[in-house]
Nanobody
């Protein structure tokens, strides 16, 4: 079973950029859709971005253009680059491996593995 460990979070200033990493062990990420979600204090978990196993990219209207998802198969790692951070980006960011159909990508319905999360705090 694949295990995921996120890193790269921290306290940053508004306007900065940040790259989160999601390193996998126990198996390859290649067959999975790799996804990022976030949960802000007092709010529900929300979808941020996904990179499908076939190479497709998925974002929301609010993350498209400022968030970049990618993966490095050789390093067995997925990444989320966030540009021009805003205080509203403050949240715990989780990566996930999804083994289901494309239609489930945004709703986490087919996620088989979650990472433990990494905190991102953006100060204004």
């Amino acid at each position: 079973q694949v295990q995921l460990v996120e890193s790269g979070g921290g306290l940053v200033q508004a306007g900065d950029s940040l790259r989160l990493s999601c390193e996998a062990s126990g198996g390859s990420i290649e067959p999975y859709h790799m996804e990022w979600f976030r949960q802000a204090p007092g709010k529900e978990r929300e979808f941020v971005a996904a990179h499908s196993s076939k190479g497709g990219y998925y974002y929301t209207d609010s993350t498209k253009g400022r968030f970049d998802i990618s993966r490095d198969i050789a390093k067995n790692t997925a990444y989320l680059k966030i540009h021009i951070l805003e205080p509203e980006d403050t949240a715990v960011y989780y990566c996930a491996a999804d083994a289901g159909p494309i239609r489930n990508i945004r709703n986490a319905g087919s996620v088989v593995v979650w990472g433990q999360g990494t905190q991102v705090t953006v100060s204004s």
